[in-house]
């Protein structure tokens, strides 16, 4: 099927459309249901109607917004209607809840009128904590959002003005940077005079570009003060209109610094590329097809052509979701009034800022894995990157706070901190030992430290203050390998190949010569296997923590630490845990990754182990030990183990934790099991220690709750050593990498 074909299948599916509303509270009994409705719903009304601000703490206002359309002006297909319109909408509203977790009614009017569209929007204004209007046409939507903004106390955005404005006018930045240019000095050349390039052209005056600089065409050729005195061109044209001579897009863009194209296909030539001043700037953002083609402008000429456009399959796609979710995201949690120009410069600076940061390993994945670094094709975030909400809300929110815009105030750092947990459980977990992990950085060595997700972690290791990362590898190597993408610091180095480490080879001949190592090997083993020279490092006390493993088999990687560094003290046995996150609910499972067959003594040790591991991330352990049996239900040697292994935890008096078991999965994470079957348990609540009788049925276990049950999976981590050691997985992203090192840094600080 084509494309058309397989966009109407996907809206047709059972439920049409795209969205849905789903409740947010329990209605699962006659209790619930009374306070969900009639007669609860009687005691927050009237609080609401004492004070209608509580209407924020009450219902969903604050995370609602109403996007309204008329249909009058709908993507490429013109005037269709607001029926026809619905779609569209639907689709915003599914964007907004994708990268901002915001929630969307979608409102079609049939209403051509601008006054009555005002006066029906006027009237949902208690209903939504902002509106976002879209696709109404020009003239008509300058007047609906000028008179909603000053006539409706919550924030108004049209987007079709605004959106392409702010992701330009990023892009913009990072295109003035690349290419050594003042913005304040730039000659801009539009080509289109609608909505969308007027807002434009305002907000590059808002970031710093002159007025006077700024040229405009439409289709009668360029805006002059000539035309606008003859009555040309209407109020909002003759705002841009400049006393030059007349003369057509081609006559305008001779010698400019930038073109940006918000009109039609195909009407730039390469010969009008080649006449613009040097190292020129292109954006090229008519939809479907550009103004001129990207390949055509970039080989129009020699030097560098910084092109954006507003299609995904090239370099530099301005595309509005960079914005509006975002904006409205760090809008409605400042319950601000509007959302003022301020406001809109945080976005796009806070955009290109972070363009030209290191990308994440996922928006390289989704791009083909190729290389995405800050230079002339990458000037602008890729929508994908998850990073936008954390960078993008923040902004807006302190500028509306700053601007006086925002109704609330609200603490910044601990806002990022609730953003991340909009988009899962496993962010708000890893953050609580990531910053444990900042208030005390530890040394934290790097095996595979000439590799270049090696290196990207600990550049962000090091940006972000959660560890002092020690980069094990040839020093040649590491710097050129960090100068090449990009990453401006120097990292501490340990050069097998280059220092002098005797100690090192005589430590590993001393702990392993009665293991089969004579001294020759040793002194080899440290020259060319990092695993050992990293072990020896950290037992030494060189290092506070080993990460290893992103290019050699688990038990390859594992072996190493476990024979230099070995378990703790009380400790006999490690053992591998996945920290498992789902909507509502953490769980830790072991283990999954080292003791194949392990009696009651192992599975005693390791529930122990995982316990401690789990309040490291702020989690009170309540451990169950699983079987197919239900407390004695079953008597076999299986059975056993995990039975006993209960009974020894149960009297150690060292354990403070509720621990309990032989027992099924069910039983252990469903309540009403506990409650109701088995409520002679020493589990009061679903426990969330989940430690499994085998290695194979824990690495079973956790990779389907991975890839079935929707959880996000965290781990390995390594338990039981007697230094911290944490072996990573082949394949982990960069992300894996720094998360771990928080984790072993947490680890060092409780050493």
């Known amino acids: 099927m084509g494309l058309d074909e397989d966009a109407l299948e996907y809206h047709r599916i059972d439920p049409p459309g795209k969205i849905e509303i789903s409740t947010t509270k329990p209605t699962n009994t006659q209790r619930d249901l009374s306070l969900a409705y009639s007669p609860g719903v009687a005691a927050p009304c009237m609080e609401i109607d004492d004070d209608d601000t509580e209407a924020y703490t009450y219902t969903a206002k604050g995370n609602l917004v109403g996007v309204v359309s008329n249909g009058s002006a709908v993507l490429g297909l013109g005037d269709i209607g607001a029926q026809a319109s619905k779609p569209v909408m639907e689709g915003k509203g599914v964007l907004f809840k994708r990268f901002a977790d915001i929630d ?6 049939d209403e051509a009128d601008p006054d009555k569209l005002v006066e029906a929007v006027k009237m949902m204004e208690p209903t939504f904590g902002g509106v976002n209007l879209e696709d109404i046409k020009a003239p008509e939507c300058f007047t609906v959002e000028e008179r909603l903004r000053e006539e409706i106390d919550i924030p108004v955005f049209h987007d079709d003005q605004h959106g392409t404005a702010i992701i330009s006018g990023a892009s913009l930045l990072n295109a003035a940077e690349i290419a050594d240019k003042d913005l304040e000095e730039l000659e801009i050349v539009f080509s289109g005079a609608g909505a969308s390039a007027l807002a434009t052209a305002r907000f590059y005056v ?11 065409c ?12 003859a009555g040309d061109v209407n109020e909002y044209k003759r705002e841009f209109a400049r006393d030059v ?45 550009p103004e001129i083609d ?5 080989e129009a000429r020699e030097d560098t052509v910084i092109m954006a456009t507003g299609r995904s399959d090239y370099p530099n796609q301005v595309n509005n979701v960079l914005g509006f979710p975002f904006i409205f995201r760090g809008a409605l949690d400042v319950r601000a009034t509007e959302i003022n120009e301020a406001m809109k410069v945080a976005a796009a600076e806070a955009l290109a800022d972070l363009a030209r940061q290191d990308v994440p390993d996922a928006v390289v994945k989704a791009y083909g894995d190729q290389p995405i670094q800050f230079g002339p094709d990458y000037i602008i975030p890729k929508p994908v990157d998850p990073r936008v909400l954390f960078r993008v809300a923040p902004a807006v929110a302190r500028a509306a706070i700053e601007s006086g815009a925002a109704r609330t105030e609200i603490d910044l750092e601990d806002y990022e901190e609730e953003l991340e947990a909009r988009l899962g459980k496993s962010r708000e977990m890893m953050r609580v030992v990531l910053n444990k992990a900042k208030s005390e950085p530890k040394r934290v060595a790097l095996a595979e430290g000439d590799d270049e997700k090696m290196i990207r ?15 094990i590898g040839k020093t040649d190597e590491i710097k050129r390998t960090a100068a090449n993408l990009g990453l401006e610091f120097s990292p501490a180095v340990a050069d097998p190949s280059a220092g002098d480490y005797e100690a090192y080879a005589e430590r590993l001949y001393q702990l392993r010569k009665r293991k089969g190592i004579t001294r020759t090997e040793a002194k080899e083993l440290i020259e060319r296997d990092t695993n050992y020279f990293g072990s020896v490092m950290v037992e030494q006390g060189d290092a506070d923590a080993l990460l290893t493993g992103l290019s050699h088999h688990y038990p390859s990687a594992l072996r190493p630490p476990l024979q230099v560094i070995g378990t703790e003290p009380e400790t006999n046995y490690a053992a591998g845990v996945y920290m498992l996150t789902f909507k509502n609910r953490v769980i830790f499972v072991a283990d999954a990754t080292v003791n194949q067959s392990p009696d009651e003594d192992v599975l005693a040790e390791v529930t122990k182990q995982t316990a401690g591991l789990a309040r490291r991330f702020n989690i009170e352990p309540r451990a169950a030990l699983l079987s197919y049996s239900n407390f004695g239900s079953v008597d076999n040697e299986g059975t056993r183990k995990p039975r006993n292994a209960v009974r020894l935890l149960q009297e150690d008096s060292d354990v403070d934790f509720p621990v309990d078991g032989e027992m099924q999965a ?5 309540e009403d099991i506990l409650e109701d079957t088995y409520d002679f348990s020493e589990l009061d609540e679903p426990a969330n220690v989940l430690v499994f009788p085998n290695l194979e049925a824990g690495n079973i276990a956790y990779k389907l709750l991975q890839r079935l049950g929707g959880a996000e999976a965290i781990g390995p981590m390594l338990v039981g050593m007697d230094k911290p050691v944490h072996v990573i997985q082949r394949g982990d992203e960069v992300k894996d990498i720094v998360n771990l090192a928080g984790v072993a840094v947490v680890d060092a600080q409780d050493e």
Do not use: C, H, W
């Open 206 to 216: 808002s970031l710093g570009a002159k007025a006077e600089n700024i040229t405009m």
């Open 294 to 298: 990207y390949d055509e402008a970039k």
């Open 245 to 289: 001579p007349d003369g057509d897009l081609a006559d305008a863009m001779a010698g400019a610094d930038v073109f940006v194209g918000l009109s039609i296909g195909g009407i730039v030539s390469q010969e009008m590329i080649r006449s613009m001043a040097e190292n020129p700037i292109v954006f090229a953002m008519a939809n479907p097809d």
């Open 457 to 471: 972690a600990a550049y962000q290791m090091q940006e972000q203050g959660i560890a002092q990362p020690i980069l």
């Open 218 to 229: 439409d289709s009668s050729g360029i805006i002059t003060t000539a035309r606008a005195r």
């Open 666 to 670: 069910d039983t252990a994470v469903v």
């Open 104 to 109: 969307v009614f979608d409102v079609e009017l």
